[in-house]
């Protein structure tokens, strides 16, 4: 056997092994398994991550894109089992809104995974799976949305203004995900609500019951606080949401 076969090999009883690993974590993520077996499981899955990024960056050393792309896929595959345990661990504790956006994470980490390379099948249903869970466990959402205008933004691959390189938002090159960094909002024109948001994070938290005395959580549906007396005045329903994340949170680099 040549030493690029036992390469190939090894590989593949690497990658075999991670998606081994993510099957396994599986068994923890129904609500009723106990929250210490959930975060054993997350302990577990974090070493494994530990692993693919190390091949990952050992792939990228060897400027080999296809391989770095296939742990990148590997590394967003593993996050969506983290993300989803979190998910659930987070509606035990009753903090939903926590619960919300590691949902949306889990979601938004099986796509990126697929995008990255299309390894398994598996992570098709995983979505279905995953869009399901929010109709078991939360209330629908109101999706806010804000029409801005904004600075031109940098490529995060390559630096350069995103305009000015040939790199395109959401493709994989070597093992990370291209996006726009470092743009600034410059005027805001509008706000609204939108039943498919670019982001499923900014939601309505919040909003003012009939006789506007009090805010209602949107989770609960519970009152949270007695409305002003001078806000009672103003047209309309009340509401407080999330308009707008900076951050980018996900590890998709
Ligand atoms: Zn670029």
Known sequence: MTSNQEKLISQDDFISSCIQEMSKAEVYLPFTISSRLKREAIEKLEIIKGE????????INREEEKLANLMLALQCGVNSFISELNCILSLKEGIFRRAWDFLVDAQEYTVWS???????????????DLLLLEKAYFPKMVYLSMGATVSNGKCSICGSLIDECDHLEGLPYMGRICQIVDYNVVNVNHIAMVDEPRDKRCILLSFSDEKKENMIDRFTKEPIGKIKPEDRLKQGLLTEGIMLRFAETLEIF
Not at 52 to 59: G, P, R, S
Not at 116 to 125: D, F, G, I, R, T
């Open 52 to 59: 693919i990024l190390k091949a990952k960056y050992d792939a």
């Open 114 to 128: 697929y995008r990255a390379a299309p390894y398994n099948k598996m992570l098709l249903s995983r979505y279905e």
